[in-house]
């Protein structure tokens, strides 16, 4: 049931989320092919708009996804739609949590979007933006890769997982806030509150899980190439101190733990305390 | 005698101070066609909600087929409210593979046939559809679940008299023998002649619940005995 709740949930979204990115991969390679194709090295009005465009709709992306992804949990499960959506022969776990799933997927796509967004800009623009500074960045690049290539995976794949657990983390908060201003006090101009709830819930949460992230050092470092673990808190301090980006496996349990805390008052409210309209 | 396919056992639910619902109590057998009766506001719908599964803050227990509103319960029972609860964007061939997904007992071949009975686009998207179309639409995925229990909220209400006995038409042909249907209006004149019992809920508790041949034992029609009941006191 939880897959066809995920496969309804992708349809559902998708066509909205769907279309904004066929929109930026089409301008992405619009602008990457109006950039091999010319003759000159001036840059076309094509690149110009492309990257205009494409830098627009990419920083929008963030927040298109959070009022989409808002909207659409409004919608189906405290709107009519709830009619539907509750009355379906599935546990209201997996309805959570489907939606939390194919959220913090947007969310993800999001990002990956922008990031390829930023790399097309970087290649048409490297010669106006980057001039001389293109040389430091390739030998920044250089240094990068005599770093060892499996220890680069694990971190990648680690940093991976660290942002999809703070994305889950920062959508099931807001689907938190959007419970509880679905309740009977709240639950007249539930939209409003929604937006109200927001700031100091997610502070108070986002806080809280900074503090027990703060007092746990479980963190890899890149020392001498290699990944190293770090579980001193003054090593910690002092590799940081030089400059040294640490992976932090701890958070990655801190938001997951704190995450699921989150998820299980969502479920209680909506089971308990909510009733559709 | 049967198991009962709904027991409802002192049932109470209050929205803040008003109390809608002050302990009600009755039982559905199995294959009875069951009105459930009373003005606006006397509390019909969040019983339905309740037996259903989209209130849980009630007091009292519901058990529909001997279980408590659940995952098994949503399954036994074919739901149809008051509300328009499809997505916009949805078309009637979405919406029926929708219910397919998740309904074991929903049958296909059978939405299609009433898909084309009530000349339906399967393609339309529901939100350029008419109110009437809408409705079609979700009657037609109702009664093509072959379901235990049939709750059905409001379904004659905003329609004119034409559509009314088409609707009920529907009901009347496409509901699985031997299985039950609870029908919430007040419009009584046009479900009497199908109805088997009929519950009566006035200001929260219940006011009667009786078999309709009883009332016409009584030379009564259920039409008089609603009056009797909700009478306006001087």
């Known amino acids: 049931m939880m897959l066809k ?25 619009g602008t990457l092919i109006s950039h091999y194709m010319k003759s000159g090295e ?50 209201s776990w997996m309805i959570l949590a489907s939606k939390v799933i194919v959220a913090t997927v947007w969310f993800v796509v999001a990002l990956a979007a922008l990031l390829a967004s930023l790399w097309v800009t970087v290649v048409v623009l490297k010669e106006e933006i980057l001039g001389e500074n293109y040389d430091l960045i390739m030998g920044m690049i250089n240094q990068i890769s005599t770093v060892n290539v499996a220890s680069m995976a694990v971190s990648a794949v680690i940093r991976i997982i660290l942002y999809f657990v703070q994305f889950a983390f920062f959508t099931i908060t807001v689907f938190f806030t959007s419970t509880v201003a679905n309740t009977r006090h709240f639950q007249k101009k539930n939209i409003f509150w929604t937006i109200v709830l927001f700031v100091p819930i997610a502070g108070v949460v986002t806080k809280f899980a900074e503090f027990i992230d703060s007092k746990i050092v479980f963190s890899l470092f890149f020392i001498e190439g290699k990944l190293s673990l770090v579980t001193d808190n003054l090593e910690y301090m ?25 998820f299980f008052a969502t479920h209680y409210i909506m089971s308990k305390k909510v009733n559709i309209r | 005698m049967a198991k009962p396919i709904l027991e409802i056992k002192n049932l109470k639910k209050s929205y803040g101070s008003h109390q809608v619902l002050r302990g009600v109590s009755y039982n559905i057998e199995p294959g009875k066609i069951v009105g459930l009766l009373g003005p606006n506001g006397c509390g019909k719908t969040s ?68 898909l084309r009975t009530f000349d339906l686009d399967e393609k339309q998207k529901i939100k350029t559809m008419s109110k009437g179309q809408q409705e079609k639409v979700q009657l037609l995925l109702v009664m093509s679940r072959e379901a235990k229990l049939y709750i059905l909220d409001e379904p004659l209400g905003g329609v004119d008299p034409v559509a009314r006995d088409f ?64 009478r306006y006191d001087a």
């Open chain 2, 167 to 230: 609707i009920m038409e529907t009901i009347m042909k496409n509901h699985l023998a031997n299985s039950t249907i609870l029908l919430s209006t007040h419009l009584i004149y046009d479900i009497e002649g199908i109805l088997d019992r009929v519950v009566m809920i006035k200001n929260g508790v219940l006011a009667a619940n009786t078999d309709v041949t009883t009332i016409r034992n009584h030379n009564m029609t259920v039409e008089a005995l609603f009056k009797e009941v909700f």
């Open chain 2, 47 to 114: 019983m339905i909600k309740s037996i259903v599964g989209l209130i849980n803050d009630y007091e009292g227990e519901i058990l529909v087929n001997g279980e408590k509103p659940g995952v098994n319960s949503k399954n036994d029972i074919a739901y149809l409210p008051e509300k328009n609860y499809l997505p916009a964007w949805m078309t009637p061939k979405a919406a029926i593979n929708y219910m397919a997904d998740f309904y074991k007992n929903f049958n296909k071949d059978k939405a299609y046939e009433l």
């Open chain 1, 5 to 29: 709740l995920l496969k309804n949930d992708f349809i559902a979204t998708g066509r909205i989320m769907g279309v904004i990115y066929v929109i930026v991969a089409g301008i992405s390679a």
């Open chain 1, 238 to 262: 002092r590799l940081q101190a030089n400059g040294n980006s640490p992976v932090d496996i701890a958070s990655i349990f801190v938001y997951l733990i704190l995450g699921a805390g989150v």
């Open chain 1, 42 to 91: 001036d840059m076309t009005v094509v690149e110009a708009m492309g990257i205009a465009l494409l830098l627009v709709v990419s920083l929008c992306l963030f927040v298109l996804t959070v009022v989409f992804v808002l909207s659409d949990f409004q919608k189906s499960l405290y709107g009519e739609q709830g009619y539907l959506t509750f009355t379906l022969p599935v546990k």
